[in-house]
């Protein structure tokens, strides 16, 4: 399923990179393909939904394409059209921008701020609007995160 969310074509040899406490990092492919990602699944969700599949914040590295830490989340749901999604972490507040079940961010200082954040944190929350106009809390543990991070960043080093 991870190869799957991983979205690069050709990406076999998965290979787990090791799990830290609340995170788990992954790395798919060789070569120019290479991929590897941090990622976890919330501690708790909130929403009066009949329905939802797994929600999943992913960190990914991309080498051949020069991506480095691009955030990402799988909600299990679909986002309301138009709207934007929220990440709160400490006094950082940042919007992402949703298409179908997804949101990221967008931008290199945003995404730098918020990985240093991230590194430093305890919990990062997430709040959405599904298509059906339930709104949910997802929280995040981030005790692991930098453990993660830093193997995916050996499995994947900038070039």
């Known amino acids: 399923m991870l190869a799957a969310l991983a979205a690069g074509p050709a990406l076999a040899q998965d290979e787990s ?6 995170w ?5 492919g060789s070569g120019e393909d290479r991929a590897c990602m941090a990622f976890s699944q919330p501690v708790k969700s ?5 329905k939802r599949g797994d929600a999943f914040l992913f960190v990914t590295h991309r080498p051949g394409t020069g991506e480095r830490g691009r955030v990402s989340l799988d909600t299990g749901y ?3 059209a138009g709207s934007k999604a929220k990440l709160i ?9 949703t298409g179908a ?8 200082a945003q995404t730098k701020r918020l990985l240093a954040a991230m590194r430093a944190g305890r919990e990062l929350v997430v709040e959405g ?10 929280r995040y543990s ?10 995916m960043g050996k499995a994947c080093p900038a070039r």
């Open 17 to 22: 990179l090791g799990s830290f406490r609340d």
């Open 24 to 28: 788990s990092a992954m790395g798919f």
């Open 46 to 50: 909130e929403g009066t939904y009949s």
């Open 78 to 80: 679909t986002y309301k």
């Open 89 to 97: 972490l400490g006094d950082l507040a940042l919007e992402l921008r």
């Open 101 to 108: 079940s997804t949101a990221w961010l967008d931008g290199d």
């Open 129 to 138: 609007i599904s298509s059906r106009g339930t709104r949910t809390v997802d």
């Open 142 to 151: 981030l005790y692991g995160f930098s453990a993660a991070y830093n193997a």
